[in-house]
């Protein structure tokens, strides 16, 4: 047996949550055609962490985990983080080229997009998150001042933050000129920022008005990013997977109301 077909006989388990980064990994096992389970967990409908069950997958108790199963009889490897399962699947996996650029120089772009995305968009979002939750999660008492600093750092720093990085993003697309982020095809770039960028910011436009308190049209504001959003919207199998996956949490919803959170 050819040795890309004994790698395309491997098989994965994804730890996978809601509403959670973990979707792209899961798109992209998809993408991939790679014979793959995904086991759910889901989100605590308050504080929003993950279940407990998930510190069985991984001792961080984050999602994505990817576990991996040799064909070939090799030990089983565990792979956390994002970019970095991202990497080793489409260095390993994506036998016919179709998510990889050819020119050398691309790759880098993607490599770079990769480490970007965790690295410094997402951060920045979930702090600008946890600032404009913090008042409701503070003590009685103390709701008020904590409304001051969260609403002063996010003012007076993060927001501005924000801007750079959705203006920085829109220039880079524009430039690039394709609708990608790299090359003129998808590639792990335009998957990492699938969340980040469309899941979090054009899929959610009410929640970042509230957030960011940018009353202008975000879609007219960043129309590259905005046509980029609906590109992933569309895509067949993006599509497919989270159809597949809504319809799964609702039913484990239905069928085990009393689902085991954590409570921290
Ligand atoms: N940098 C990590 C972040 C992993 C992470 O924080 N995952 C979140 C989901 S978006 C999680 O599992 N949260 C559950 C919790 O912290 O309780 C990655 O890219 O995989």
């Known amino acids: 047996m050819a040795p890309a077909q004994a790698l395309m006989e491997d098989k994965f388990i994804l730890h996978w949550l809601d509403e959670s980064r973990s979707h792209r990994v899961l798109w992209l096992l998809d993408l991939l ?95 600008l998150l946890i600032n404009s939750v913090a008042k409701e999660v503070a003590p009685f008492g103390l709701k008020n001042v904590t409304k001051v600093i969260s609403k002063g750092l996010n003012n007076g720093y993060y927001i501005h933050e924000f801007r750079l990085f959705i203006s920085y993003l829109e220039k880079e697309l524009e430039k690039v000129g394709t609708g990608y982020f790299v090359s003129d095809h998808l590639t792990g770039a ?3 920022l699938s969340f980040p960028i469309y899941e979090n910011i054009f899929d959610n436009l009410e929640g970042v008005r509230e957030i960011t308190r940018e009353k202008r049209d975000m879609t007219k504001l960043f129309p590259h990013l905005a046509a980029w959003s609906q590109m992933i919207r569309n895509d067949p199998s993006y599509q497919r997977v989270t159809a597949y996956m809504e319809e799964k949490v609702a039913e484990l919803i239905q069928t085990n109301p009393k689902f085991t959170y954590q409570h921290r």
């Open 33 to 127: 055609e790679l014979d793959y389970e995904v086991k759910i967990y889901l989100r605590h409908p308050e504080t929003w962490r993950g279940p407990k069950e998930l510190f069985n997958a991984h001792p961080t108790g984050k999602s994505p985990i990817l576990d991996v199963f040799f064909a070939d009889g090799s030990e089983p490897m565990k792979l956390a983080e994002t970019g970095f399962i991202m990497q080793f699947l489409l260095r390993n996996y994506d036998i016919k080229k179709k998510f990889t650029p050819t020119d050398p120089r691309d790759q880098l772009r993607v490599d770079y997009y990769l480490h970007f995305a965790e690295g410094s968009l997402q951060n920045l979002w979930l702090t």
């Open 190 to 192: 335009d998957i990492i």
